[in-house]
């Protein structure tokens, strides 16, 4: 099965790194994953203490930047923030407030108020948009994706994964284990942040890298991820925050639901539901999604009109379960990764180059051809969150069992120069 067009993967999108983002003299900006505003170190303010048991401190006061930001006085009355008394306090992240002279290291966002963790502020950050319709199970995604990071794929990796901070401890729980991966329960559809507002998942991503001729070194990586409803791409109320988000990021996911493209009925088993109707909602239609991002991402990177964008996009089919066994038996997307902890190359040129031969044979043929126009490095994947079809709104009776969810982020990962990539050997 082969598509029309020239090779849009890996030769060109497949084996160059992205440099790790810097200031001249080796400063670097925090970009706040809260609100994604961006400041140098030495200018992020720090917040008092407070009184603690019999110790001094300043009262709380109103935090109105923190109250504006959450739209609530909720939770908003805390010590005051005081900016670094000078530079040496700044680089080494300790101050004394100048209300009540008690140290603290706690620093905020110089916009919202909210809390930079120091694991953070340390690490290089890299915001990853997770974009994709309605219904592409965007949130089920996430959910899987962490839980192997925590798990299977961090042994491989030797990594860890740590939240930065409580928040998402909670709302990781909440929102997303819980329901999912101890009940069982399909996660309900993305809202909208009008009417449901969301903060971002903050992690710290560990590696501990050996090599034969030199001493194990730990890499570290703070992981944002934020999920989007597809309507507020385009929601007045909401667009100011995602264009920040949108143009902050440093690499993009979409996720593309199988069943919303036109010509994939043929390809799907007999009991999956059939697929919209073309046209019945534009807004919901992959490319218009993808094409709105891009517009948000030129906002940021600008360049010459035609110049494709540097940020790295992984695309995925999510859903491949609902695809017919005999469409994957001899096909590179059945494969399972050989999880050596590095990429194999070979294996994901083959699963770029077959889920284009999709996409063209389900007459989806512009997503690749619109990507490879707009984007430097862009990738296919294909993937199953659930590893099974869902049977009355709970996951199937094998339980979760993830197919390949992992690789567009370790695809990053080699992006980010965090991972070796490697051929077979002989080749």
Not at 58 to 87: I, K, M, N, Q
Request: glycine fraction near 10%; aromatic fraction near 6%; charged fraction near 25%.
């Amino acid at each position: 099965m082969t598509g029309p067009g020239p090779r849009a993967g890996l030769a060109r999108a497949g084996l160059a790194r992205v440099p790790l983002p810097g200031l001249p003299g080796g400063r670097r900006e925090v970009t706040c994953p809260y609100c994604f505003a961006s400041a140098e170190p030495r200018r992020i303010p720090f917040r008092c203490r407070g009184r603690a048991g019999r110790q001094q401190g300043c009262a709380p006061v109103l935090d109105e930047a923190l109250a504006a930001y959450t739209g609530s006085t909720a939770g908003a009355s805390l010590p005051p923030v005081f900016d670094p008394p000078d530079r040496r306090a700044a680089q080494a992240g300790r101050a004394d407030c100048p209300g009540c002279g008690r140290p603290t290291g706690n620093r905020v966002c110089p916009r919202c108020h909210n809390p930079l963790p120091p694991a953070y502020r340390d690490s290089p950050g890299r915001i990853v948009a997770l974009v994709g319709a309605k219904n592409a199970g965007k949130s089920t995604y996430i959910a899987v994706l962490l839980h192997e990071l925590m798990n299977r794929v961090g042994t491989e990796l030797d990594a860890s994964l740590v939240a930065c901070d409580d928040r998402t401890i909670e709302r990781y729980k909440r929102d997303f284990a819980r329901p999912l991966l101890e009940d069982r329960r399909l996660l309900p559809t993305t809202a909208s942040a009008a009417t449901s507002p969301r903060e971002p998942l903050v992690y710290l991503l560990t590696r501990t890298r050996r090599s034969r001729f030199a001493r194990a070194r730990n890499e570290s990586l703070a992981l944002v991820l934020f999920d989007t409803a597809g309507e507020d791409l385009r929601s007045r109320e909401v667009t100011d925050l995602h264009l920040r988000y949108l143009e902050a990021a440093d690499a993009v996911i979409f996720l593309v639901d199988p069943l919303e493209l036109p010509g994939a009925r043929p390809g799907l088993r007999d009991a999956v539901p059939a697929p919209r109707v073309p046209g019945e909602d534009p807004d919901s239609e992959p490319l218009n999604v993808i094409a709105r991002v891009t517009d948000a991402l030129r906002g940021r990177h600008g360049g010459r009109p035609g110049e494709p964008l540097p940020v790295p996009v992984a695309v995925a089919l999510t859903k491949m379960d609902a695809l017919r066994p005999d469409l994957l038996r001899q096909s590179a997307l059945h494969r399972t990764r050989t999880g050596a902890g590095v990429l194999d190359l070979d294996d994901r040129d083959a699963v770029h180059e077959q889920v284009r031969a999709l996409l063209h044979d389900w007459q989806a043929g512009q997503l690749d051809t619109y990507l490879g126009q707009q984007y430097a490095d862009h990738a296919f994947f294909a993937l199953s969150a659930l590893g099974g079809v869902p049977e009355d709104g709970r996951v199937g009776a094998g339980g979760v069992r993830p197919h390949r969810a992992e690789d567009p982020l370790l695809w990053l990962l080699y992006r980010f120069g965090m991972l070796d990539g490697v051929r077979p050997e002989g080749e």
